[in-house]
């Protein structure tokens, strides 16, 4: 059984918005060691980090996105979402919900995967 499953991705054109969704399994997110996340890999490209987000609220977002999107968590539905606005072509990517040990960082869980298409 997955771990994490994420949703909401899609086709939209240059400055609209989408927000993904991930569901998150109860143990992975109530663990208080745990680092919650939205990375992304666009065709052909390496898979980078967007944003963090720990059980304390604490985030962190990649330079590129600062300002346009943000993480936040719903702790009563097991829940993480990323709001993406402002969208552009270079946003276009495979978004996936991922979830590591904030110690043991190589350990991690990933979700399949949601595709983000921003094109005119």
């Known amino acids: 059984q997955a771990e994490l499953v994420e949703s909401g991705g899609g086709l939209v054109q240059p400055g609209g918005s989408l927000r993904l969704s991930c569901a998150v399994s109860k143990i992975l997110f109530s663990s208080s060691r745990v680092v919650l996340g939205w990375y992304r890999q666009p065709l052909g490209k390496q898979r980078d980090m967007v944003a963090t987000?720990?059980?304390?609220?604490?985030?962190n977002f990649a330079d590129t996105v600062k300002g346009r999107f943000t993480i936040s968590r719903d702790n009563e539905k097991n829940m993480v979402f990323l709001q993406m606005n402002n969208l552009a072509p270079e946003d276009t990517a495979v978004y996936y919900c991922?979830?590591?040990?904030?110690?043991?960082?190589?350990?991690?869980?990933w979700g399949q995967g949601t595709q983000v298409t921003v094109s005119s």
């Open positions: 987000i720990t059980k304390d609220d604490t985030t």
């Open positions: 991922n979830a590591r040990d904030i110690i043991y960082t190589s350990s991690e869980s």
